[in-house]
């Protein structure tokens, strides 16, 4: 595959150092980026969850071998190099779940691989009934680390497989960074009962019920996953 992203108009490299699927149970893994032909990733404000697509050309039927039955672990390593100054950053890996397969019929050979964030394990197992007091956005930290963060590391305990892909993982790819969140900007305090919803879908129910102290200013908030985080703020203050 090609193994790097460059271009003319960004001032680094970007070079995939390896693609890898280990099953949940962690029995199993295989280095798989010789078969990859392409490699998309989709990161939106509008989404919560970062996705990516693997194209895969193969010929040799790896996966006769390695036969996907639900929840593979996609762990992708990335090292960016500055073109500029010729110096590279360490290298981030990321981790992803199988969520479906494009186009394998029989004995195709060429399919692709639809990720989504390991998250989404958490989100399918969980839900959220509960009642909070306090700043939305103190409610939308005290969520994330009750419904998310602790149920996937108590998983990762329970999955050889989920342990492994945190242990390489670049921590903040699946972590609530609390300088994302504007406690600031909010006005309101009071009691928000979430009525048994998915983490993922609780959070984002929450960033609608914002109400901004200077709602002239700022308003629209969003809650997204970036590669350097969670994210839970408002359009406004993301542009200054």
Known sequence: MATSIESDNIPFETKINFIEMINFSGTKSIIIDPQVAQVVFYESLFQPLQKATVTVYDGIGMFNNFPMIGEEI???????????????????TYAYVIDSVSGKN?????????????????????????AYYGPIAAVAKAMFQEHIVTPLKYLAGA???????????????????????????ESDTGTIVVPNMKPIQAMEWLSRQTVPAQPMRFYNYMFWQGNDGFHFETLQNMVG
């Open 74 to 92: 996609i762990l992708i390593e990335f090292a960016k190099t500055d073109r500029l100054h010729e110096d590279s950053r360490d290298a981030e």
């Open 106 to 130: 029989g004995n195709d050979i060429a399919y692709r691989l639809n990720l989504t964030s390991i998250i989404s394990i958490i989100n399918a197992r969980n839900t959220v009934q509960h």
């Open 159 to 185: 999955s050889y497989g989920v342990s492994v892909a945190l242990s390489r993982c670049t921590e903040k790819f699946y972590t609530f960074n609390p300088a994302y969140v504007q406690d600031s900007l």
